[in-house]
T-cell receptor, first 113, second 115 residues
């Protein structure tokens, strides 16, 4: 079974631009979560989608948004990029029922200059 | 919400030694505790998990123990090998909303195994 796929692997953007990241979950998984990983803050939860609906949201500004499609694929968008948005963005999928384990992709490394 | 503390932040051992990483959590309702291994350039991968109805779980050289009374759980790696070198994260659920499980992660332990 194929794992979680994230594209692109690397992105370089300038301040003020916007960016869209993509995530394809493991087949059969209906939940997709997004995390931001930085050396200073560790792994921080952005939001979770389940059956095309945002089910949970972390403490990030409204510039961070996402969506999920009917095939469970998900996209994350960051508008008006800031230098502090530079991070590894990780997507994780799961069955989404109870404490089902998260399966992470290898992330998208975003650099904002 | 859940608060997860992980120690140590860095652990250096000789090949063949054992390594122990400990995490404490704050929410007594937490009932699922996974451990993830993150190698350079990759996302975290689940290596072992434990549910609150058991006190210990083993998988070859890896084991996890859980003390619900003290609210801590630990990862034990025996006979360490250089390929065990990675960053290890513990996690505990902080929110269950509509059936979802949103883990709070520890800050990570960088394990270095010297040949």
């Amino acid at each position: 079974k194929a794992g979680v796929t994230q594209t692109p692997r690397y992105l370089i953007k300038t301040r003020g631009q916007q960016v869209t990241l993509s995530c394809s979950p493991i087949s059969g998984h209906r939940s997709v979560s997004w995390y931001q990983q930085t050396p200073g803050q560790g792994l921080q939860f952005l939001f979770e989608y389940f059956s095309e609906t945002q089910r949970n949201k972390g403490n990030f500004p409204g510039r961070f948004s996402g969506r999920q499609f009917s095939n469970s694929r998900s996209e994350m968008n960051v508008s008006t990029l800031e230098l502090g948005d530079s991070a590894l963005y990780l997507c994780a999928s799961s069955h989404g029922q109870g404490n089902s384990p998260l399966h992470f992709g290898n992330g998208t490394r975003l650099t904002v200059t | 919400g859940e608060n997860v503390e992980q120690h140590p932040s860095t652990l250096s051992v000789q090949e063949g030694d054992s390594a122990v990483i400990k995490c404490t959590y704050s929410d007594s309702a937490s009932n699922y505790f996974p451990w993830y291994k993150q190698e350079l350039g990759k996302g975290p991968q689940l290596i072992i998990d434990i549910r609150s109805n058991v006190g210990e779980k083993k998988d070859q050289r890896i084991a996890v123990t859980l003390n619900k009374t003290a609210k801590h759980f630990s990862l034990h790696i025996t006979e360490t090998q250089p390929e065990d070198s990675a960053v290890y994260f513990c996690a505990a659920p902080s929110v269950e909303w509509g059936g979802s499980y949103i883990p709070t992660f520890g800050r990570g332990t960088s394990l270095i195994v010297h040949p």
